[in-house]
C-alpha cells in the first residue's frame, strides 16, 4: 500500500510541472468524459423526439456532408 | 473517515442537553433590570406600537387587505379563461421539443397562419438542424422573391431567397394588416409564446377553444367567439379544421394535432435555446451539486480539529508561603 502511495506522489505530485499538468490532462478527460456521459443519458432520455432521431427520414442521397 | 470528518456529530450523539438555567446568567441580567433605559419606558412602547399600527393601517389604505379576498369589477369572462394545462411533451426539466411536431408545426404555419400572420425574428437558416435539411430550407427560401440591391446602376432588383433570409411578412405595414382584417391587427409570432399569460397551452387552448358565444353575449361586428381570449370576442376566426393540411409524415391532421404542433412551432421559435439551455442546466447542476458537497465536506474535514479541542488552563500552583 505505501508502494502505491509513493509511486502515486513521485509520479503525480512531487514535481509541480508533472502536478500541474496532471491538473490540465485531468480537466481535459474530465470535460470528455462528463459530456460524453451526459449526452449518452440525454439522447436515450430524449430518444425519437430530437432531430438526429429523424434527420435520416428527410435526408437525400449526395448531400450527407452537411446538416 | 466519516467519524473524522463529523466527530461532533458522533460525540454529541450520547450527549445529553443541559435544562436552560437562568442561574448562568444572573450576573449580566441583573444590570439590565435595575437601569431600564429609555428602550424600557412607557413612551418607547406608546410610541412603537402607534408606529406599528400606524403602517399596518396606511399599508391597508393604499393597497387594501391581503388577508380578505379580493372584489373585483372584472369577470372570468372579461380577464379570460385560464388555459388547461396541456401534456406537451416538452414539459419537464430534462424533455426537449419533439421536433417532428416542430417540422409539422411549421408546415401548419405556412399553410394556414402566415396568410396572416408575421413571423420576422425567424430566417430560413433557423430551421435547418431543427426542422429541415440544408436542402429543404435552400429550396423553401428559394420560392420566395426577396426585393435585393441596389445594384451597380442604383436600383432595388428581385431575386430568390437565401438561407440567410428573414420569413416573409403576409402584408407590407401595419396599416395594411389592419386593413386586411376588419381593424384588427394580426401579431408577429416570433415571441408570441413567450408573450402571452399561459404560454403554450394558452395558444393550445386559443387554436382549440372556439364556440357559439354563450346567451346573453353580444359581440362586435365581425367578432368571433372565444372564451380564452380576455374580453371574449377575438377578431380572428377559427382556422383550424380537421384535415386542412396534409402532413407528409403521415400524421392525422385533426384540429387538435394540427394546434399541438403549431403551438410547438411557435415555442420553439420563441424559444430556440430551448433544448441547449435544458442540456447544460442538467450539467451545471451536476457539477455545482457535486462541487458544493465536496466543499461542505473539506470544511467540516479542516475544522473538525479546532472544533473537538479542549483547551485547559492550568493555573500556577501558589507558593508554598505565599507571594514574595
Redo the contacts between chains.
Keep these: 500500500m505505501a508502494g502505491v502511495h509513493d509511486l502515486i506522489y513521485r509520479t503525480f505530485f512531487k514535481r509541480n510541472s508533472a502536478f500541474v499538468a496532471t491538473c490540465f490532462a485531468g480537466a481535459f478527460a474530465f470535460q470528455i468524459t462528463f459530456d460524453l456521459g451526459t449526452s449518452a443519458w440525454w439522447d436515450y432520455h430524449n430518444r425519437g423526439k430530437q432531430w438526429k432521431d429523424l434527420r435520416a427520414k428527410y435526408i437525400q442521397a449526395g448531400d450527407s456532408d452537411e446538416e | 473517515m466519516l467519524s473524522s470528518a463529523f466527530p461532533r456529530l458522533i460525540s454529541r450523539a450520547g450527549a445529553r442537553v443541559q435544562p436552560f438555567s437562568k442561574a448562568r446568567f444572573t450576573s449580566s441580567s441583573q444590570s439590565t433590570t435595575s437601569t431600564p433605559g429609555f428602550f424600557g419606558s412607557k413612551t418607547a412602547i406608546a410610541s412603537s406600537t402607534l408606529l406599528a399600527t400606524g403602517s399596518l393601517v396606511w399599508y391597508n389604505h393604499l393597497y387594501g387587505i391581503n388577508l380578505l379576498p379580493e372584489a373585483s369589477a372584472n369577470s372570468a369572462g372579461e380577464n379570460g379563461m385560464h388555459p388547461t394545462r396541456q401534456p406537451f ?1 416538452h414539459y419537464g426539466p ?7 411536431s416542430i ?1 409539422r408545426g411549421y408546415q401548419v404555419y405556412r399553410e394556414v397562419c402566415s396568410a396572416c400572420h408575421s413571423l420576422d425574428r425567424i430566417a430560413w437558416r433557423n430551421l ?9 430550407a435552400k429550396a423553401m427560401a428559394e420560392e420566395v422573391e426577396y426585393t435585393d440591391g441596389p445594384n451597380d446602376e442604383g436600383e432595388m432588383f428581385q431575386r430568390p431567397g437565401k438561407l440567410a433570409d428573414y420569413m416573409p411578412a403576409p402584408y407590407p405595414n401595419e396599416e395594411a394588416a389592419r386593413a386586411g382584417n376588419g381593424g384588427g391587427l394580426p401579431p408577429d409570432l416570433s415571441l408570441i409564446v413567450k408573450a402571452r399569460h399561459g404560454a403554450a397551452d394558452y395558444i393550445y387552448s386559443l387554436l382549440t377553444g372556439y364556440c357559439d358565444p354563450p346567451a346573453g353575449v353580444k359581440l362586435a361586428e365581425g367578432m368571433n367567439y372565444n372564451p380564452y381570449f380576455p374580453g371574449g370576442g377575438i377578431a380572428m376566426a377559427r382556422v383550424l379544421f380537421d384535415g386542412l393540411v396534409e402532413y407528409d ?1 403521415g400524421t392525422p391532421a385533426t384540429t387538435s394535432q394540427m394546434a399541438k404542433d403549431v403551438t410547438v412551432f411557435l415555442n420553439w421559435a420563441a424559444e430556440p435555446e430551448h ?1 441547449q439551455r435544458k ?1 447544460m442546466g ?2 451545471a447542476l ?2 455545482l451539486s457535486t462541487l458544493t458537497a465536496i466543499s461542505l465536506y473539506v470544511k467540516r474535514f479542516k475544522w473538525s480539529y479546532l472544533k473537538t479541542r479542549k483547551i485547559v488552563y492550568d493555573p500556577p500552583k501558589p507558593a508554598r508561603h505565599g507571594p514574595l
Design positions: 411533451e430534462f424533455e426537449t421539443f419533439n421536433h417532428a417540422r435547418v438542424g431543427v426542422s429541415h435539411t440544408v436542402d429543404e409524415d433544448d442540456k442538467l450539467q451536476i457539477i
